[in-house]
Each structure stands twice: as structure tokens, then as C-alpha cells.
């Protein structure tokens, strides 16, 4: 039987984890602290064990299957022990160009390396993918017509705050993310952005009752044209991937977008870690306090300025009695593709969420389960 080893048992592991375990699979569970672990999975499981690298190599086999919820500078190496070991490797997380690398290794073992198959990078892409492919086949493709696409995603507190945002994990990843440029495509021209509150605009969110938010692109968007299959002769207009916050966020964050651009170097970094520590204090999550995910996705085509196609993924998710939103989203995705790795849906390589129509139908359906409303609004 299949061994799964799965590393980390942070905020976001829970739920896929434990879905596993009451499947029935054969799963190991390694965190570097172990009563933290049993904390989340002592019910379901004994065989839980001090992560280390090391450990983890020393305890893979041909065919079994590591999952890294660990932080994402550290898959690569647990990727490299994995193929060093004939085993396979799954995380949620961004592709790095470390990751991609190793695709010629992974292909000649006949491995398999998932990555992507969080909340976003994951679902998004799912949705993504699903709304090419039924752009493409309906009544209204042409390659004559004007395409938009956007993608906005966040984590955000049910219950507004001041501070119009709270936070699940460490703040000085957030923090950190603030600093990071963009680029995306607007208007037929590269948009190009140093700092995230440079380019806030608001987004009307096609939900049961309407609501808007404030969003900004993040990352580089353009090497997601290829990965949702575009075609290269296509009259793209509008390209984003990016961010999602309650309305108000950028007036109650100007202070810190103000000090953030006056840091640098070690006293900089220094003095990130200590407004991480202020804002976690004042702004954590209660125990019981629902959080919040939404995220929409949509693809437009218009024709001599009319819409001829217009379809948004829209997902609204809460945390409830089955714990936070987040924890649900990130997770269970990642547990799907553990199983469909299993099952042996992916070719051998490194890959990303998957485009195949069978496997998207499975997983969006499974995933409708975990929020408290996904739709898909047709507009046009």
C-alpha cells in the first residue's frame, strides 16, 4: 500500500489531512512538533514523527507520495528526495523555477510532481481552466473577439475590523508581499506596478447580494496566458491575477504602505518583524471567529463593444463547525490531488492544477462542498 507522508500541520493542513486519514489511506504524518501535529490529528492516527528532512528521505519508498505544507522554500529540496527515492511530491504551492527545472528528472523516473493545487494558486486555476475550455466551445468563440480576463482572491475577516483585515498566519509574509511588484495586462498594455496600493481599483463581485471590494494585481500574470491554454492569436485586452480586500482596506492600511516604503535593509526587515508582532496582537483571528475567502473569476469576449460571452466563477466561503474557510481551501484541494496522483490522472513531470475536463469536473464539484456559495453567473 501506498505510503503518504505529509509535512506540516500548520493552519492551512488540517482539513485534507484528516480527509485522508478517514479514507482510509496510508498516511505518516511529520511535523516538527510533534504534540502540535497530534493536536490536529491524534484521533485519527499515532504514527506521527518529528520532521526532518532527513528523516523524511530516510523513510520514503518507491511510489509513495510527499506532501510539503511546509513553507515553500523548502519543497524543492524535499522534491529532490523524493526522486532520489523514486517517490512522488505534491504541494499547493507557486512553481519555482527550481521546481520547473527538475520536470526532465521527474519524466524520466515516470514521477510525478504537483504543485498549484492550493485555493490560489489552485481552485483559481481549476475555474480558469473550466472557463476557457466552455468559452471554447460555445456559439460565441471567435478569434476575432476582445478578450478580459481577471482572477481576484483573498482571505479577509467575516466580521469587518477597523483595520479591514485580519490575520491566519504570520503577518510578515503579508507584509513582505506589499513590497513585491506586479505585472498584468490592462487595456491592451503591459501594467507594470512597483507597490500593490499604486494600482487599487474596485471590483463590483457578482454575488447573491451585490458587493464590492478593492483589488490590485499581483505577481506577474502573463505566464498564466500559456498555462489557461490562450491562444497566441488572441485579442487579449485585459489580463489579471490578483489580490481581494474588503472595501476600505487601502484608507485603514495607508500608514503602513507609508511606512513600508520608508524601510530597507536589516533595520528594515527588523522593524517589519516588529509591526508583524503589533498587528497579529491586535489583529488576530478569536478562537471561533469566522474568517472569510472569496474569489471570482471571469472571462469576457466582446464583439464590435458588446459582450457576447461573459462567465464569472463565484465563490463566497465562511468558517464554521468544520473550522476556517481557508483551512477547507487550501487543503482538501491538495488531498485531491494526492488521490488523483494515486489513481495515476497525471502524466509523468512537474505540474500544475490540471486542465483535463474529467478531473476539473470531479474536483470543482468536490469543491462546492467546502464553500458556503461557488456559482457559476452567466452575464452575457
Given at each position: 500500500m501506498t505510503t503518504i507522508h505529509w509535512c506540516g500541520t500548520g493552519l492551512s493542513s488540517g482539513p485534507?489531512?484528516?480527509?485522508?486519514?478517514?479514507?482510509?489511506?496510508?498516511?505518516?504524518?511529520?511535523?516538527?512538533?510533534?504534540?502540535?501535529?497530534?493536536?490536529?490529528?491524534?484521533?485519527?492516527?499515532?504514527?506521527?514523527?518529528?520532521?526532518?528532512?532527513?528523516?523524511?528521505?530516510?523513510?520514503?519508498?518507491?511510489?509513495?507520495?510527499?506532501?510539503?505544507?511546509?513553507?515553500?522554500?523548502?519543497?524543492?529540496?524535499?522534491?529532490?528526495?523524493?526522486?532520489?527515492?523514486?517517490?512522488?511530491?505534491?504541494?499547493?504551492?507557486?512553481?519555482?523555477?527550481?521546481?520547473?527545472?527538475?520536470?526532465?528528472?521527474?519524466?524520466?523516473?515516470?514521477?510525478?510532481?504537483?504543485?498549484?493545487?492550493?485555493?490560489?494558486?489552485?481552485?483559481?486555476?481549476?475555474?480558469?481552466?473550466?472557463?476557457?475550455?466552455?468559452?471554447?466551445?460555445?456559439?460565441?468563440?471567435?478569434?476575432?473577439?476582445?478578450?478580459?480576463?481577471?482572477?481576484?482572491?483573498?482571505?479577509?475577516?467575516?466580521?469587518?475590523?477597523?483595520?479591514?483585515?485580519?490575520?491566519?498566519?504570520?503577518?510578515?509574509?503579508?507584509?513582505?508581499?506589499?513590497?513585491?511588484?506586479?505585472?498584468?495586462?490592462?487595456?491592451?498594455?503591459?501594467?507594470?506596478?512597483?507597490?500593490?496600493?499604486?494600482?487599487?481599483?474596485?471590483?463590483?463581485?457578482?454575488?447573491?447580494?451585490?458587493?464590492?471590494?478593492?483589488?490590485?494585481?499581483?505577481?506577474?500574470?502573463?505566464?498564466?496566458m500559456e498555462d489557461y491554454r490562450f491562444d497566441k492569436n488572441w485579442k487579449v485586452k485585459d489580463f489579471v491575477r490578483g489580490t481581494i480586500r474588503l472595501n476600505g482596506w487601502a484608507r485603514a492600511w495607508d500608514p503602513v504602505f507609508k511606512e513600508i516604503e520608508t524601510l530597507s535593509g536589516p533595520a528594515g526587515d527588523a522593524r517589519l518583524a516588529e509591526m508583524a508582532a503589533e498587528f497579529l496582537k491586535e489583529n488576530a483571528y478569536a478562537p471561533g471567529e469566522p474568517d472569510r475567502v472569496i474569489l471570482f473569476v471571469s472571462l469576457k469576449a466582446e464583439r464590435d463593444g458588446k459582450a457576447v460571452f461573459h462567465e464569472t466563477w463565484a465563490m463566497d466561503a465562511w468558517g464554521d463547525e468544520r473550522g476556517t474557510a481557508m483551512g477547507r481551501l487550501v487543503s482538501m484541494p491538495v488531498s485531491f490531488a494526492v488521490e488523483s496522483v494515486l489513481k495515476k490522472d497525471f502524466t509523468p513531470g512537474v505540474h500544475a492544477a490540471p486542465a483535463d475536463p474529467k478531473i476539473l469536473a470531479s474536483w470543482l464539484g468536490q469543491v462546492k462542498g467546502l464553500a458556503q456559495y461557488m456559482e457559476l453567473v452567466k452575464q452575457a
Open positions: 485534507g489531512l484528516r480527509r485522508l486519514l478517514e479514507n482510509g489511506h496510508k498516511v505518516v504524518v511529520w511535523n516538527r512538533t510533534v504534540s502540535k501535529a497530534q493536536d490536529v490529528v491524534g484521533n485519527l492516527t499515532t504514527d506521527v514523527r518529528p520532521y526532518s528532512l532527513e528523516a523524511l528521505a530516510a523513510a520514503l519508498q518507491p511510489g509513495d507520495i510527499a506532501v510539503s505544507m511546509l513553507p515553500a522554500d523548502q519543497h524543492v529540496a524535499i522534491a529532490k528526495a523524493c526522486l532520489a527515492k523514486n517517490a512522488n511530491f505534491v504541494s499547493s504551492s507557486y512553481i519555482a523555477p527550481e521546481m520547473r527545472a527538475l520536470d526532465p528528472e521527474f519524466k524520466a523516473k515516470g514521477l510525478v510532481s504537483v504543485n498549484e493545487v492550493g485555493l490560489d494558486p489552485g481552485i483559481d486555476h481549476l475555474m480558469a481552466h473550466d472557463l476557457v475550455a466552455r468559452y471554447r466551445a460555445s456559439p460565441a468563440y471567435s478569434p476575432d473577439n476582445v478578450l478580459s480576463f481577471t482572477s481576484y482572491c483573498g482571505g479577509v475577516p467575516k466580521i469587518a475590523n477597523p483595520f479591514k483585515y485580519k490575520f491566519s498566519w504570520a503577518p510578515v509574509g503579508v507584509l513582505k508581499a506589499l513590497r513585491s511588484p506586479s505585472r498584468s495586462l490592462r487595456d491592451f498594455r503591459e501594467l507594470k506596478v512597483d507597490r500593490p496600493w499604486n494600482a487599487i481599483t474596485s471590483y463590483d463581485a457578482p454575488l447573491p447580494v451585490p458587493e464590492s471590494f478593492e483589488v490590485y494585481p499581483n505577481r506577474d500574470s502573463y505566464p498564466f
